[in-house]
């Protein structure tokens, strides 16, 4: 008999072994006392494992080392409890008839049923006392970092130059009826340049949409978005006369051959600078899009 006691014993003592070891195992390395600020740099291996690294605030005092030490003592109590129970179990299906064995087994599976109640009941009265205690260390947040907002830059390739001109005293054509309320219109001095040389031509067209101040970013009678080449006078909307589709090509045919790229959006054309850039800016090839088809400058 004694020998079978001592048997059951290495047994017992075995299993706490190891489930006592494989937990330090799998959670190292464990860091105490840690400053939040400080960076550890891990050593490269051949294979990386994946650590669980337990840190508590020494600044927040003995209270941070308690919550951690009632954290992991909940940990470890379950899984001794449930080791506790298999172990019982596996001893009452093997005793053989062996009564003693049977009710020794049984009463492990008892104390370890009462120890699961009394382990409830301990964190229940934690949770009255004080329901900070029972936070896992790992839910408390980091500190935000201070935002540091970088003054916004506009790419130097982007930045228009405030060379804008009024288009109406060159006498270049307006559309009136859409255009007309306002007393100015205004495009980039290279496009007007361009423009004023083909108002004669056949045939005749008008501007639709321009700037209406000279200031950059500028007013245009229609919204647009912050990036819009129109916003810099690099580009503008023209109608021909007859809002003819044969109209529209032979003007395309026109402004192409001044140097200017045209977007054939059926109701008018979107007229731009080559080296415009921004929305409505000239691709870089000729292909269609949902808005139209571009044509570029000969």
């Given at each position: 008999m004694d020998l079978k006691k001592n048997s059951t014993m290495k047994i017992i003592s075995t299993v706490l072994l190891i489930f006592l070891v494989l937990p330090v195992l799998y959670f190292h390395p464990i860091s105490v006392f840690a400053d939040e600020d400080t960076i550890t740099t891990p050593i490269p291996v051949l294979a990386t494992p994946t650590f669980e690294v337990?840190?508590?605030?020494?600044?927040?005092?003995?209270?941070?080392?308690?919550?951690?030490l009632i954290w992991w003592a909940f940990r470890l109590a379950g899984i001794l409890a449930f080791v506790m129970i298999v172990y019982a179990g596996f001893q009452y299906l093997t005793s053989g008839g062996n009564t003693a064995q049977q009710k020794d087994a049984q009463e492990r599976i008892v104390s370890a049923i009462i120890g699961i109640v009394l382990l409830f009941a301990f964190y229940i009265i934690l949770y009255t006392i004080n329901p900070d205690i029972l936070k896992i260390p790992s839910e408390t947040a980091a500190p935000t970092p201070l935002a540091v907002t970088q003054p916004a830059v506009t790419p130097p390739d982007q930045t228009p130059s405030n060379n804008l001109v009024n288009i109406i005293s060159m006498g270049i054509p307006i559309d009136y009826i859409t255009f007309g309320q306002y007393s100015e219109a205004f495009l980039d001095s290279t496009l007007a340049s361009k423009l004023s040389q083909l108002k004669n031509i056949n045939p005749s067209w008008h501007v639709h949409d321009a700037c209406i101040n000279s200031n950059l970013p500028c007013l245009t009678s229609i919204p647009r978005s912050a990036d819009d080449c129109h916003l810099d006078g690099t580009c503008v909307d023209i109608d021909s006369v007859s809002d003819s589709s044969e109209d529209n090509k032979k003007i395309i045919a026109e402004f192409n051959k001044a140097g200017l790229a045209v977007l054939d959006e059926g109701d008018h054309l979107h007229v731009t600078l080559p080296e415009a850039t921004g929305y409505g800016s000239y691709p870089g090839s000729d292909y269609c899009i949902a808005q139209g088809c571009w044509y570029g400058a000969i």
């Open positions: 337990i840190t508590f605030d020494a600044s927040e005092g003995i209270g941070s080392l308690i919550k951690l």
